[in-house]
């Protein structure tokens, strides 16, 4: 049994297999406590299956989980206490960082605080020249030395990061078995990040070590806790009590959980990724090559651009630090559902980023007192009077009302206030597509706009007519794509290697090149034959991190034919020029090993009777485009392959819910994924504006 959880800030999604087909539900999510929303999902998905059915496959149960608790730790500052050891002179690379200012203008704008204080980074006598040869041993002595210091600090774990180890780990190596063997959580550099430039390599070594014994943790009671769930109660003797944890990285891939334990910072993007790799499936179903997409949950929005393959990056950043990592090129911001919309100092409307979350929700929800985008859709009509999750969560729209009208300020009315904060949160959610694409050499006209999340149909046509994209698709299980992005994933492993290489270097041969890249294989290959992998079923890419000499970073291109022309290319499209007679240089080598996974597939769904009229579930009375209206309400469920039907609508399902304005014409494909467009004239309008 393979099972996808994605936890969120207001829901844990649930994806699974019943029967040969998909099927999802989602729980109220448990911030102060995650794994029982994981439990209590695993649990409401063990109620639909029969005694007989879950303990007939003795492979038990594989759990597969999106996770934001590293996230949430950083930004909260909730991890372990850490140690440093490093190359003595360089104990403030940390405090150091880089000359870029958070606010370029701002002569008071503040650094985030280091992770480990200045009494905690301790100097280690040893140095290593930049080819990696010794110039001072580390000493049995000093070893004892460092141990010693260690052990008097009792700290949660040790971070280790000695200059130029990504050229020769011999002095890591000899420090990190000691510090294990006394018994130390310990993170090394040239496992985590065996690259140069040594306030990121260090950066993402101190957060991998601060988030460990968080992540540890939380795996150890997620597995404890899925455990009991999907095998309580009376079973045959025959069970097995088998159950596989693995968890979403943030590079689109997944890996086992004692892996995820050690190596924490590779999932600080593990939700979102999800839902970028969900996206890429559903876009593929319906034949679409360029999307844009756009994940609106409860607490933020994501979004990432791709065509035809997905974009990782090395040059993301956490709460303010660098996270040199390869993760998927995904922008987030602070407005989902439940973002909170206040007045500032001067009066302005604000929304966002702090969320009423799960606990204590929106007003609607019952429990929270502050005007949330949530509450702002249930006001303007946009829910009915079913509540969400098929009717099964009931909303107190009356309350949502009452606060609304205490809080709207100058807004003559509720509605007004309303569409207030939804026209705020929708130019916030503008502006980060247009980071992705605009800000990096893509026109968002070229692009179909792929909407999931919660709310992510709620704003999606607003959005798409704003930038005038090709249209919007409505995937399948919108609410809980992400969930399903997971359930689908590859288990993937990431090895990189700084050369430094001069292409108009005879010497470097295509040949060279091959070659270099020989140990990183055959470090990916035995990696996932470990995991069970047969060679079949083991793919690997390859990529050169390129720039030209001078420059400080780099793009990332594929490493098959000519490189150096495809780097030209790659400049051009990212900084609108480039330079053919400049000399480049290959910074690093990257591979990417894949372990193919048996993935779920959609199934086609009935098509429409031929001649016969698709009729609407009943209408609504609500607030569309600042007009009173009357919208079909559209029942998802009810709908068949090649039905179409035009706007004003609200399209409802178990875990989402769409708003299609007036003059947008929705169609449906064979998988069930609804696409909407707009009119051309609209279209034009706004290009004419």
Same mark, same amino acid.
């Given at each position: ?214 992540? *540890? %943790?939380?795996?150890? $009671?997620?597995?404890?806790? /899925?455990? +009991? &769930?999907?095998? =309580? #109660? ?35 993007? *593990? %939700?979102?990724?999800? $839902?970028?790799?969900?996206? /890429?499936? +559903? &876009?593929?179903? =319906? #034949? ?402």
């Amino acid at each position: 049994m393979r099972m996808a959880i994605d936890t969120g800030g207001t829901f844990t999604d649930c994806v699974f297999v019943r029967d040969g087909k998909l099927q999802i539900l989602k729980v109220p999510s448990q911030p102060s406590m995650p794994e029982e929303a994981i439990a209590a999902a695993v649990r409401e998905a063990r109620k639909q299956f029969s005694s007989t059915q879950i303990f007939s496959d003795e492979r038990g149960l594989d759990l597969i989980c999106g996770t934001t608790v590293g996230t949430n730790a950083l930004l909260e500052r909730r991890g372990g206490r850490v140690v440093l050891v490093t190359t003595a002179g360089f104990e403030d690379v940390l405090e150091i960082g880089r000359q870029a200012r958070p606010k370029l203008y701002d002569f008071f704008a503040d650094k985030p605080e280091p992770l480990v204080a200045a009494p905690d980074r301790v100097g280690a006598h040893e140095r290593l020249a930049w080819d990696g040869t010794v110039v001072k041993e580390l000493s049995n002595q000093e070893v004892d030395r460092l141990l010693a210091i260690v052990r008097s600090t009792k700290p949660d774990a040790v971070a280790i990061c000695f200059l130029f180890s990504f050229r020769n780990p011999k002095h890591e190596r000899k420090l990190a078995e000691r510090l294990r063997k006394a018994g130390h959580l310990v993170s090394v550099s040239h496992e985590i990040l065996p690259e140069f430039r040594e306030y990121e390599r260090t950066s993402a070594t101190v957060i991998n070590a601060y988030l460990a014994p968080v992540m *540890s %943790g939380y795996l150890r $009671g997620t597995q404890n806790r /899925a455990r +009991a &769930a999907w095998y =309580s #109660g009376p079973r045959p003797r025959t069970a097995t009590t088998h159950l596989r944890v693995h968890v979403m990285q943030s590079n689109g891939g997944i890996i086992s959980a004692e892996r995820a334990a050690r190596e924490p910072v590779t999932t600080i993007l *593990s %939700g979102p990724a999800g $839902g970028v790799t969900g996206a /890429a499936y +559903a &876009a593929k179903l =319906s #034949g679409i090559d360029k999307i844009i997409t756009f994940d609106m949950g409860g607490t933020s929005t994501d979004v990432a651009l791709l065509s035809k393959e997905l974009r990782t990056t090395s040059e993301a950043t956490a709460a303010g630090l660098p996270v040199a990592v390869p993760m998927l090129e995904i922008h987030t911001v602070g407005a989902g559902g439940g973002s909170i919309a206040r007045f500032d100092r001067g009066g302005a409307l604000r929304v966002g980023p702090e969320s009423a979350g799960a606990e204590p929700g929106p007003i609607c929800y019952g429990r929270g007192d502050r005007p949330t985008v949530t509450d702002a859709h249930a006001v303007l009509g946009h829910f009915g009077e079913s509540g969400l999750l098929g009717g099964s969560f009931a909303l107190d729209v009356a309350r949502a009302r009452r606060a609304m009208e205490n809080a709207r300020g100058a807004f003559r009315s509720v509605e007004e206030f309303a569409e207030g904060i939804l026209a705020v949160a929708n130019a916030v959610m503008e502006k980060a597509i247009r980071v992705i694409s605009v800000e990096r050499g893509h026109d968002p006209r070229d692009y179909a706009l792929v909407a999931f999340g919660g709310a992510g149909g709620l704003h999606a046509c607003a959005l798409a007519s704003a930038l005038e994209m090709r249209g919007v698709l409505l995937p399948i299980f919108p609410g809980a794509l992400s969930a399903l992005g997971i359930l689908r994933a590859d288990v993937v492993r990431e090895f990189s290697r700084t050369v430094l290489l001069a292409t108009r270097d005879p010497r470097h041969t295509p040949a060279e090149i091959r070659r270099l890249f020989r140990p990183l294989e055959i470090d990916g290959n035995r990696t996932l034959r470990q995991e069970g992998f047969p060679r079949s079923k083991i793919r690997i890419e390859r990529r050169l991190d390129m720039r030209y000499t001078g420059q400080a970073y780099e793009l990332s291109v594929p490493a098959g034919g000519d490189f150096v022309s495809a780097f030209h290319r790659a400049h051009e499209q990212r900084y609108g020029y480039s330079n053919v007679k400049r000399a480049v240089e290959i910074v690093n080598l990257r591979l990417r090993a894949t372990g193919i996974t048996d993935k779920p597939r959609a199934e086609k769904i009935a098509k429409a009777v031929k001649g016969g009229k698709m009729r609407a579930a009943g209408s609504l009375d609500c607030v569309l485009d600042g007009k009173q209206q009357s919208a079909a309400l559209i029942d998802r469920e009810q709908l068949r392959s090649g039905d179409s039907f035009a706007g004003p609508a609200v399209i409802s399902e178990y875990s989402a819910t769409t708003l299609v304005p007036a003059g947008w014409r929705a169609r449906v494909d064979a998988y069930g994924q609804i696409l909407l467009t707009s009119p051309p004239r609209s279209r034009a309008h706004a290009r004419n504006k």
